[in-house]
């Protein structure tokens, strides 16, 4: 089974802080790394899809890199808020395969 | 809006009955997956269906099948539910195959609210 690692597990922040968490995966085969955020009763929402090594993606205070030589990607989030409050999600797919593996996540909660 | 519809927000079934998990989506997508999501375990693939017919299985197939005859329907079904089945389910979908994740496409999977299935 491919494994996609997540850390940390959890964080805690205050508002305005700013944060990143980081994912990790095997570098052979890659085709695509996703990032989703799911927050409470909500479905799971795409934030970003990177293919290329060295690839950074923005939308708004959330941006993400990625790294397919050595396997990780990080995300980050500048000044955080409480709506930002939410699981981030990563997820890995191969080449040759529709399927999507994802790591368990990072919970992160943003103190008011 | 693109809409990905599970059937049932909520359900409790008694060990050994058998369940299906409906889910629609109406945007044509090519792609539909089964997930389960656990506390400490994140989300596990169950079963994807990559045209109407196809199936394969992901991660965590054991005691779980999958109907896929229309494209926009893709059900999930317990033979015999058992009590380690109690899980959040969580359906998605996704476009056309591989290229839909090269460069400048989004490839990004839409998902269901998920059913939050119970087994006594």
């Known amino acids: 089974i491919l494994n996609v690692e997540q850390s940390p597990q959890s964080l805690h922040v205050q508002e305005g802080d700013s944060t990143n968490f980081t994912c990790s995966f095997p570098s052979s085969n890659f085709y695509a790394l996703h990032w989703y955020r799911w927050e409470t009763a909500k479905s799971p929402e795409a934030l970003f899809v990177m293919t290329l090594n060295g690839d950074e993606k923005k939308k708004g205070r959330i941006s993400a890199t990625l790294n397919t030589k050595e396997g990780y990607s990080y995300l980050y989030i500048k000044g955080s808020q409480p709506e930002d409050s939410a699981t981030y999600l990563c997820a890995l797919t191969q080449g040759g395969s529709e399927k999507l593996v994802f790591g368990k996540g990072t919970k992160l909660t943003v103190n008011p | 809006d693109v809409k990905v519809t599970q059937s049932s927000r909520y359900l409790v079934k008694r060990t050994g009955e058998k369940v299906f998990l409906e889910c629609v989506q109406d945007?044509?997508?090519?792609?539909m997956f089964w997930y389960r999501q656990d506390p400490g375990l994140g989300l596990r693939l169950i079963y994807f269906s990559y045209d109407v017919k196809m199936k394969e299985k992901g991660d965590i197939p054991e005691g779980y099948s999958v109907s896929r005859e229309k494209k926009e329907r893709f059900s999930l079904i317990l033979e015999s539910a058992s009590t380690n089945q109690t899980s959040m389910y969580l359906c998605a979908s996704l476009p056309l195959g591989l290229e839909s994740w090269g460069v400048g496409r989004t490839g990004e999977l839409f998902f269901g609210e998920g059913s939050r299935l119970t087994v006594l």
């Open positions: 945007m044509d997508h090519e792609n």
